[in-house]
């Protein structure tokens, strides 16, 4: 059974900083693509960063570039979310998300995690 896991902290203030980690299990890590996606309070769910199986290639969206970094870590089994000068508007839950290809995982992954609340506070 696949379980991605997501943790990290919940409350930043804007212009703050936090990570967000996920632990996956149930898979062939190194076979797949992870991602992590967002909603936020109304509105759709919507792709913000992935990363390749071997961890070269890294995709953003538009919004988060230059603020957010995704990696991943082989032995742990996890991706991460580093996530600088956060915003307002980066309020939402958090999906830890992992397909076995790059377009899948950016679009509709096969396997998601519960969620973590993230919010930013002005």
């Known amino acids: 059974q696949v379980q991605l896991e997501e943790s990290g902290v919940g409350l930043v203030q804007s212009g703050g900083s936090l990570r967000l980690s996920c632990a996956a299990s149930g898979l062939t890590y190194s076979n797949y693509f992870m991602a992590w996606f967002r909603q936020a309070p109304g509105k759709e769910r919507e792709f913000v960063a992935a990363i390749s199986r071997g961890g070269i290639n890294e995709y953003y969206a538009d919004s988060v570039k230059g603020r957010f970094t995704i990696s991943r870590d082989g032995a742990k089994k996890a991706v991460y979310l580093q996530m600088n000068r956060v915003k307002p508007e980066d309020t939402g839950v958090y999906y830890c998300?992992?397909?076995?290809?790059?377009?899948?995982?950016?679009?509709?992954?096969?396997?998601w995690g519960q969620g973590t609340q993230v919010t930013v506070s002005s």
């Open positions: 998300a992992a397909d076995p290809t790059g377009y899948g995982v950016r679009t509709a992954p096969d396997y």
